[in-house]
């Protein structure tokens, strides 16, 4: 499974971005899929995940509220809807993606074997 990361860019403070996540050499619709983001000089951060079917999503408690994580299986693409972004949301936004990583797992970046390259989000103030 290759992943490609998209749509990331300079925006100002309470913007929105919407980022996208192509799939490409094996349907993903079995898998789990998720966005984390890195900061400089910071780890790898679980940001959202949506499982197979996208009937059920998870955030990080800082973008509950104004970030929303979807799916299109017939695209074999996810997607990562921010809104009313903050500086501290500036990071580099990775998607990601596996087939067996279960409910306790998802927050987890080691659950998952397959990443795209990252795209970078700047927030201005």
């Known amino acids: 499974v290759q992943l490609q990361a998209s749509g990331g860019g300079l925006v100002q403070a309470g913007g929105s971005l919407r980022l996208s996540c192509a799939a490409s050499?094996?349907?993903?619709?079995?898998?789990?899929m998720a966005w984390f983001r890195q900061a400089p000089g910071k780890e790898r951060e679980f940001v959202a995940a949506?499982?197979?079917?996208?009937?059920?999503?998870y955030y990080l408690d800082s973008v509950k509220g104004r970030f929303t994580i979807s799916r299109d299986n017939a695209k074999n693409t996810m997607y990562l809807q921010m809104n009313s972004l903050k500086p501290e949301d500036t990071a580099v936004y990775y998607c990601?993606?596996?087939?067996?990583?279960?409910?306790?797992?998802?927050?987890?970046?080691?659950?998952?074997?397959?990443w795209g390259q990252g795209t970078l989000v700047t927030v201005s103030s």
């Open positions: 050499g094996r349907t993903v619709s079995s898998y789990a």
């Open positions: 949506i499982r197979r079917s996208g009937d059920t999503t």
């Open positions: 990601a993606a596996d087939n067996w990583v279960v409910l306790s797992g998802l927050r987890g970046p080691d659950n998952y074997d397959y």
